[in-house]
């Protein structure tokens, strides 16, 4: 299966498609219906859907052809219809004067005052007329439909990219984690011997006071003490395993994205603890480096759905 990111943008529109032909005046203006989908991340699906008023019998469709295909994210659908300016002067039909005529008289009955219909009135209500019989359910589904396969194909292509960039996060991490785990003994070998350097000077100090094996004893039992406070093979014996795990769940694909971003927190984790339990310089340099390395994890993982 394929990653993919919760980001995308999509764009489509219909071809022209006129009106309902009236008795008397002819084709109505064409019309272009345009669907626009922006998707941004979300920790749910959050669906917004803005439509014109010809459309809004056709919402609970788009809802449900949305909710089918997309799982996570912040998703925005627009919708228009743009009319094509008609070349003439689109004629009134015969039931449209009728009707205009039957409701201005019952008007000028109850308000004698009111002004009579104008012939610019009547071929204004008449191009709202012919938009008005325009049927859009069945080209608006079809058509989010297509891009809806758009926004698929942009949130995959990114998803892709994500992948890659999370697949090298992965390996430069399994590089660091190969650089600290010599250090350890290192900085135990070396603290042994201050330790023991230490000890001699106090035994000195205490004019024979002290054996030479017993201040080699406690020496000994200080620096053991030392390695297992700086020891940090646990962490990074995790830290390989929640590696592992990232790279399996990315390689198989899916709704990975809440997995994923759950291992990075675990990374963090392991990461600031290594931090906490340097005492070389060398090994603070490494952990400041994988926490840089996973902050830029994270950052990623936030946008795969």
Request: charged share 25%; glycine share 6%; hydrophobic share 45%.
């Amino acid at each position: 299966m394929r990653v993919y990111s919760m980001t995308g943008y999509a764009s489509v529109q219909s071809q022209s498609v006129a009106g309902a032909p009236s008795a008397q005046a002819g084709a109505a203006p064409a019309g272009r219906l345009g669907i626009e989908i922006r998707s941004v991340n979300s920790r749910f699906l959050d669906l917004s859907l803005r439509l014109p008023d010809e459309l809004r019998a056709s919402e609970p469709a788009l809802r449900e052809l949305l909710t089918a295909r997309l799982k996570r994210g912040k998703v925005e659908v627009r919708a228009a219809i743009e009319m094509e300016k008609s070349a003439g002067v689109a004629a009134p039909s015969f039931a449209l004067l009728q009707k205009l005529q039957h409701t201005q008289t019952l008007v000028l009955e109850t308000l004698p005052q009111a002004a009579q219909l104008t012939v610019a009135d009547v071929l204004r209500l008449a191009g709202t007329e012919s938009q008005g019989t325009q049927d859009w359910s069945g080209e608006v589904i079809s058509l989010a439909r297509l891009a809806l396969e758009s926004l698929t194909g942009a949130r995959a292509r990114e998803g892709e990219r994500l992948a890659h960039m999370l697949l090298e996060h992965i390996g430069h991490l399994r590089g660091l984690a190969v650089q600290a785990e010599p250090l350890v003994p290192q900085v135990v070998e070396q603290q042994r011997l201050r330790f023991v350097e230490k000890w001699r000077e106090a035994m000195t100090l205490s004019a024979g006071g002290v054996t030479p094996e017993a201040a080699q004893d406690r020496a000994l039992t200080e620096a053991t003490a030392f390695a297992i406070r700086i020891d940090v093979a646990e962490e990074l014996t995790r830290l390989k395993a929640h590696l592992d795990e990232l790279e399996s769940l990315i390689r198989k694909g899916g709704e990975i994205g809440k997995r994923l971003d759950f291992l990075i927190q675990e990374l963090h984790r392991e990461a600031n603890t290594m931090g906490s339990k340097s005492a070389a310089l060398p090994l603070t340099r490494i952990s400041v480096d994988m926490k840089v390395l996973i902050e830029q994890m994270r950052e990623q993982v936030q946008n795969i759905e």
